[in-house]
């Protein structure tokens, strides 16, 4: 014997069977408003609303099954299946990634919030955390330095070759562009992390992000090379990423107006950054501020490093001399 509750959700289902919407949707107005706390019902009307068509309809009892009800597992499932499709990017107009567009900024960083915490795996939780970090740029401070940390660990902790270590590759390509070029990271100034603790970012740790950026592009690249493949785009990253620190820790000004582009050639570009420090070939100098010295340093030994690879290149290559 059905419940009044089931029968009226039975009753509905049959009608969707029938193609007959008009009905459906009569029968589950009226069964909600009667059992607005059964999750049977408020479920149906949920899928009834996305059936029609009518996300902005289901957005809105999506949210209250949610507040209501999110142990359950058939919404547990949606939501699993919701993130994986927010998350994966490729079904840009999905009617999942539809719905979850809808929701309140509150209820989106629940959900992402949530199924992050769900995941056993450092990369498929930050994998969900890099969605939230480019949705709200705001949370930079507290779960962008989070996924810095947990990655880093993580990649330190294992014996992988650089290009197979899945931990650094995220690290380096999506976590620390994210973090170097967000207007809510800035140096010398206090920020709260998300455990509630207090820390001031230093140029130093900007620096310490760049070099563990450079140590990924050189061994990557270096190793393509090996392999007859091109490393340009790895050495144009790894520009990109040093005048974005360079934004960050004020040398940007000096390079835009002298430091030459990555596009010209290694030697007009040993010749500007001659100009950039100072240095006098004649009088043996260098009398550089201090801030523009580091600049220089980290300028002169990316470039050294992208001249040995086109060195290498050239040996390696079909004609080459090796």
Known sequence: MLSDCEWVVERCKALLNKNDKNAAKAWI???RSLFPDDFDVQYEAFSLHLCSGELNEAASVFVNLYSKFPSRPKLQHYVSDLVTEVVSGQL??????????LLSNVTQRTLLREAADKATEVVDRCRILLVELRLFPDSATTIGLDMYDQLSQASSSTQLLIADNKHRNMLVNDVIPLLVNSPHIHTGQPITRSDGTSTTLKTSHLCQ????????Y???????????KTGRVGWEKLHSLLMMTADKCGWKEVFVTKMPGPHLAPLVRWMGLEKLS????????????RSIAIACFYIAVFLFFETAWEYCSSLFSPGGNI
């Open 278 to 289: 100072g240095y006098n070939t004649r009088m043996q100098s260098f009398e550089a501020p």
């Open 29 to 31: 107005l009226t069964a």
């Open 218 to 228: 050189t061994t990557v690249i270096s190793e393509g090379a090996l392999q007859n």
């Open 92 to 101: 840009q107009e999905g009617v999942k990634t539809d719905l979850f567009n």
């Open 209 to 216: 992000w760049l070099e563990s950026a450079a140590s990924y």
